[in-house]
């Protein structure tokens, strides 16, 4: 699906994570990932984004303004940016890079680190073809719709930081396995069908258990509610829809499964601080 946004070619992509408020308060957690071919439109100006940037340059350049210092990064290196204060970044003709954009637990404590053992916000690594293909394999999860568990995904991108100051450390990750448990059983359910109606009872009987076990069975492994990972699934749709299509704000809820534009409008300014419209003109 092309992305509505300039400067952002053919062939790029993008997905959303909503962060659980227990993520929030104890993991790492992502917030968006992607893979962007740009051109000379491509520019990127925020005041604050709420999160820090782990880039990696694949081809061409990219300038990066943080901290009130520019810094250019070539082809072959790596940026962690402070999203959390004024920034601007723009590509220095056609470039390919991915990107994460994370925060939790002590990331900024890792940027810092970073920013004194590196000299700045962009630098190079040994092995850089190892690291960023951890970076990659992150967002191929999303890209097959295999989305990780919350604490998967915070192991992982600590794994991603400590190889960014300790580029010797193994590297290896296991391959992610089929989760058959009634959560993972759930999970899967909800992914298929949560642009429909979707009850708990409904949920449970794919989990092949009563509502009551389900429930506290679901929170026990994933850390809140059935209800709750539904409401965050069809966010994470509504603000790809939001930034890859010009679909009216009503139609995305629709299209996410909701029948109410406000209560659609509610659940996601709740949950994201923006409401659908401000998401859409906030600059990926």
């Not at 220095?92 to 810092?112: C, S, V």
């Not at 296991?174 to 899967?188: F, H, K, L, N, V």
């Not at 069809?234 to 679909?247: D, G, P, V, W």
């Amino acid at each position: 699906m092309a992305l509505i946004e300039c400067g952002v070619c053919s062939g790029s992509d993008l997905y959303f994570q909503t962060p659980s408020e227990n993520a929030r308060q104890m993991l790492y957690y992502l917030t968006s990932c992607g893979s962007f071919f740009t051109d000379y439109d491509y520019r990127i100006e925020r005041e604050d984004y709420h999160n820090y940037m782990i880039f990696f340059i694949r081809n061409g350049r990219l300038s990066v303004t943080n901290e009130g210092k520019t810094q250019v990064a070539e082809a072959g290196q790596f940026g962690f940016m402070n999203c959390h204060v004024p920034h601007e970044y723009h590509t220095i003709g056609n470039t390919e890079f991915f990107w994460l954009h994370l925060d939790g637990a002590n990331t900024p404590d890792f940027y810092r680190y970073v920013l004194n053992l590196y000299g700045g916000f962009v630098f190079s690594l040994p092995r850089a073809d190892a690291i960023s293909e951890m970076m990659l394999q992150i967002i191929y999860l999303y890209r097959n719709d295999q989305s990780p568990s919350e604490a998967r995904l915070s192991q992982m991108l600590y794994t991603l930081l400590i190889a960014l100051i300790d580029p010797t450390m193994p590297l290896a990750a296991a391959p992610a396995e089929e989760d058959r448990t009634p959560a993972g059983i759930a999970i899967s359910f909800i992914k298929e069908h949560y642009s429909e109606p979707i009850s708990l009872d409904d949920m449970a009987a794919a989990a092949n258990m009563s509502r009551y076990h389900f429930s506290r069975q679901f929170k026990n492994a994933c850390g809140f509610s059935p209800y709750e990972y539904l409401i965050l699934t069809r966010i994470n749709r509504a603000k790809h829809l939001l930034k890859a299509t010009s679909l009216p704000v009503k139609v995305v809820a629709q299209e996410v499964g909701y029948h109410s534009e406000a209560a659609f409008t509610n659940a996601f300014t709740d949950r994201v601080g923006l409401s659908p419209s401000q998401f859409r003109k906030y600059p990926i």
